[in-house]
């Protein structure tokens, strides 16, 4: 028997909470301070939930694309009072797109992170236990769409390799194309197939009837109700301080924002004390466990 991760062994319900107010602070705070808190307790998180990727998705899939959105902003953004230089078609390139080509991008990227790190964390069995009474034909069609997309990938991985197995390597571009326009229709017919099997057993097990009863596979316990309340504690006051102006940025016409304030501080330090809060819920859970000698 080994120590399992703290955040897997939560409510669901507390799980969905977290990833409501990392992500849901990641869009309203515009501050570039809490964007780059926010970085890195994805990336911390990411570590912790998505360890058997070692960052793949990130360096070939977020990565690129938010580096994209930095580098187009300047090209269609003129906005801003310090011009830098004049591309040679007559636009200005001026400070403050760039700027907010860096920020945009970074909250893209953020973002991309946080959900990645959702997807791992909320699996089926959560997602339905939460939404399946309230919405089940809404929350098993958001749990196929989150799972499509990794799944078919994988699938024309493997229709590829078949392919390559069989024909050997494409000679031109124009057959690697061609076979791969082939795979994806292979994956396309395939997807279709699997969702009517879904949807013809879930509906053969009654699942959308009224009525309709599920077994608890998950139950609230103490530990729920305090990182609830750490959780709570950590968010309404950013959020407070949020819409009343105290953490206010702006990028255009030029750079500003609210000044620094000892609120801002605090409400710096309670934002990063709740997108680390599951790093510190597991470390918590692997120290009691060492202290308890039940690993032995």
């Excluded at 977290?18 to 964007?35: D, N, W």
């Excluded at 609830?228 to 924002?257: E, I, K, N, Q, W």
Aim: proline share 5%.
């Amino acid at each position: 028997m080994k120590c399992t991760d703290a955040v897997s062994r939560l409510h669901p319900g507390v799980i969905l909470l977290f990833f409501l107010c990392a992500i849901g602070g990641t869009l309203l705070l515009s501050h570039p301070l809490f964007r780059v808190l926010s970085l890195v307790g994805a990336l911390c998180c990411h570590a912790l939930f998505c360890r058997e990727e070692s960052g793949v998705f990130l360096l070939r899939t977020a990565l690129p694309v938010c580096l994209l959105a930095a580098v187009l902003n300047p090209l269609f953004n003129h906005q801003g009072v310090h011009i830098l230089f004049y591309f040679p078609w007559g636009n200005p390139c001026t400070g403050e797109s760039l700027l907010y080509g860096v920020l945009a991008s970074l909250l893209l990227f953020t973002v991309l992170v946080w959900f990645r790190c959702y997807t791992a964390v909320m699996t089926t069995d959560r997602s339905l236990f939460l939404f399946s009474r309230a919405a089940p034909s809404l929350s098993l069609l958001l749990r196929l769409a989150l799972r499509m997309i990794p799944a078919m990938r994988a699938d024309f991985t493997r229709t590829m390799e078949a392919q390559t197995c069989l024909l050997g390597p494409a000679k031109t571009n124009r057959e690697a194309l061609r076979r791969a326009f082939a795979a994806f229709r292979v994956q396309l017919r395939r997807a279709l197939e699997n969702a009517v099997k879904l949807s013809d057993a879930m509906k053969s097990r009654g699942y959308s009837l009224p009525g309709r009863t599920a077994y608890a596979l998950f139950l609230w316990h103490r530990r729920d109700g305090l990182c609830l309340l750490f959780l709570l504690a950590c968010s309404l006051p950013v959020l407070g301080a949020s819409l009343s102006g105290g953490l206010s940025f702006s990028v255009y016409p030029s750079p500003h924002g609210a000044a620094p304030t000892p609120l801002m501080l605090l409400c710096a330090i309670l934002y990063f004390a709740l997108c680390m809060s599951p790093v510190f819920w597991n470390r918590l859970e692997v120290l009691a466990w060492k202290r308890s000698g039940s690993h032995m």
